[in-house]
């Protein structure tokens, strides 16, 4: 009979990942007969466990778990070419619980409101990180940091190249409940560019801008002097995608001395000193300055209003000329390269100021747990740790060595052609879990993967990171009282419909007096910013050893 937890139902919500593919139906893949074996190393996680744990397994151990799955997956994981093999080096029998992103939330609630638990939890982000906190500490999960050494070599050696993963992993009563799935693309650590039209400038003898006030005088010029030629007054200058990572504006506040950590929660570290951008008079000027762009229509009337695939679309419109813009990357606005928009570098403030956004590569810390009811917690964690191998975490991310990728001479790899009748995502996710996998991809394979769209935010990286804050704010596990204090005060400041979305659109569309700023501060006092700053001070100095 299977132990039950009893555990309080907490709210949860399905964790989004970055780049998904799209979704397709159709279309075929080779047969298991024709498909290429996967290439990979036997994990060496054997050398250190005793013989009785040796994969693989001399008699089968059968889990059953609940995945975490990308929508692009169209099959039982049993039936995945990944998969299979990995049951074929370890004899690690699998009943899998499959569970959508949009359905995972509730699938989780009832689960662990009825204490049912699976022996395992799997894929990125299938525990949140108060979930972790909480049902680490109520015993539903066991502690994994006395088992890793012996069991998890490959995760070993990553904690030994990266020692602050260990640091975000560990729960704050000391204990490590989950392991992470991390993909290095570092590049995406500029995730937000700002492209300019350069044929415009060149047909309006116009030189690339290098300050804001040259910016403003681009974007005036764009608007009056008719650069695409038409006869008509239709040129957008600027347009972004308010409040939001990839396509948003946030990155110009550091032409104003805010060089900003992470967007969504609207902080930056100042020579070790957590701070909240909209209450700094800095951020008043950069305020005061898109009010100013606004008021002289030089900014896309629709940038509080229009979604991501309306933007997007408007990019790509001959018939909305657009003279510049932010995205994630030139290939991903238009679908191949546009040579007539490039890249501006940090623009220069009135002072000499010139900083950029960084998000720093995320940790997906509950990606993989063993619960009270595993009666295999060694097996399972050496289960997990072969697909840590670093051969066969590229392969469980981005599909089998041979099907959807080939590998060349010189150890890189060239993704191979699409089959007729599916997407890029569907072909990726045909034989591996793809974007709902638990992987360990660092930087060297990341970078042997042949992509244009990867080399082209290389030069991105080259380009902005001398101007991105050294100080960064890394993503700590919190405690159950401090995470739910730190989720309702971030809801009211920054969540889509809270204050300071409303508050920005408001001052940037109408203008702002010194009156109107006053009462702004005072406002978020009464939202507590003051604690919600305080409180990632205190994470940020523990990080920080201090």
């Not at 909480?134 to 999960?141: E, F, P, R």
């Not at 998890?152 to 009563?173: C, I, S, Y």
């Not at 769209?453 to 919190?478: G, N, V």
Request: aromatic residues 12%; proline residues 6%; charged residues 25%.
């Amino acid at each position: 009979m299977r132990k039950k937890w009893l555990v309080p139902c907490v709210s949860v919500m399905a964790a989004m990942s970055l780049f998904i593919g799209g979704c397709s139906g159709g279309g075929s893949t080779p047969t298991a007969a024709e498909k290429p074996k996967t290439q990979g190393e036997t994990p060496n996680a054997n050398a250190n466990a005793e013989d009785k744990f040796k994969f693989p397994l001399a008699e089968p151990v059968k889990l059953k778990v609940l995945a975490n799955t990308a929508p692009q997956v169209k099959k039982d994981y049993n039936e995945m070419q990944m998969f299979k093999e990995l049951n074929e080096m370890t004899n690690v029998d699998v009943e899998w619980t499959q569970v959508g992103w949009e359905h995972l939330a509730e699938k989780k609630n009832i689960i662990i409101a009825s204490g049912d638990l699976p022996d395992v939890f799997y894929g990125r982000g299938v525990l949140l990180d108060q979930e972790i906190v909480k049902l680490g500490s109520q015993g539903a999960l066991i502690p994994l940091e006395g088992m890793i050494e012996q069991y998890a070599p490959n995760l070993q050696k990553v904690f030994e190249q990266r020692p602050e993963f260990k640091k975000m992993l560990t729960a704050p009563d000391g204990h490590i409940y989950t392991l992470p799935t991390f993909v290095e693309r570092d590049f995406n650590e500029i995730g937000s560019v700002l492209f300019i039209n350069k044929k415009w400038l060149d047909q309006l003898g116009l030189s690339m801008p290098e300050t804001i006030d040259d910016f403003y005088k681009v974007l005036k010029a764009f608007k009056e002097k008719d650069p695409n030629g038409n006869g008509k007054p239709d040129e957008v200058p600027f347009s972004f995608l308010f409040n939001n990572a990839q396509n948003g504006a946030n990155a110009l506040a550091g032409s104003f001395g805010i060089k900003l950590d992470d967007p969504r929660n609207n902080l930056y570290v100042d020579n070790g000193t957590v701070k909240y951008a909209p209450e700094q008079p800095e951020y008043e000027n950069y305020m005061q300055y898109m009010n100013k762009l606004f008021k002289e229509k030089l900014i896309d009337p629709e940038v509080f209003t229009h979604d991501q695939n309306t933007y997007l679309t408007k990019v790509r419109s001959e018939d909305v000329p657009i003279g510049s813009f932010f995205t994630y990357s030139n290939q991903g606005a238009f679908g191949t390269f546009n040579e007539d928009y490039v890249p501006v570098l940090p623009l220069k403030g009135a002072n000499g100021e010139q900083g950029w956004l960084r998000m720093p590569v995320s940790l997906s810390k509950g990606a993989f747990a063993i619960t009270s009811n595993n009666k295999h917690p060694e097996v399972t964690l050496k289960w997990m740790d072969t697909m840590y191998e670093e051969k066969l975490s590229f392969q469980f991310e981005v599909g089998p060595i041979g099907l959807t990728v080939k590998e060349n001479p010189d150890g890189t790899f060239d993704k191979q052609p699409v089959p007729e009748g599916m997407n890029s995502g569907d072909f990726k996710h045909s034989e591996a879990p793809g974007n709902g996998a638990a992987v360990m991809v660092l930087k060297d394979m990341v970078d042997r993967l042949i992509d244009d769209q990867a080399d082209e935010k290389r030069e991105h990286y080259k380009m902005y990171m001398p101007f991105a804050s050294t100080e960064l704010i890394h993503d700590m596990l919190w405690s159950a009282e401090d995470g739910e204090t730190l989720a309702a005060i971030n809801l009211d400041l920054n969540g889509k419909n809270g204050y300071y979305a409303s508050t920005f659109a408001k001052f940037v569309m109408n203008g702002f007096s010194d009156a109107d700023w006053d009462k702004h501060l005072a406002q978020l006092k009464k939202l507590r910013v003051d604690e919600y700053v305080a409180l990632y001070q205190k994470y940020y100095d523990a990080a920080n050893g201090k």
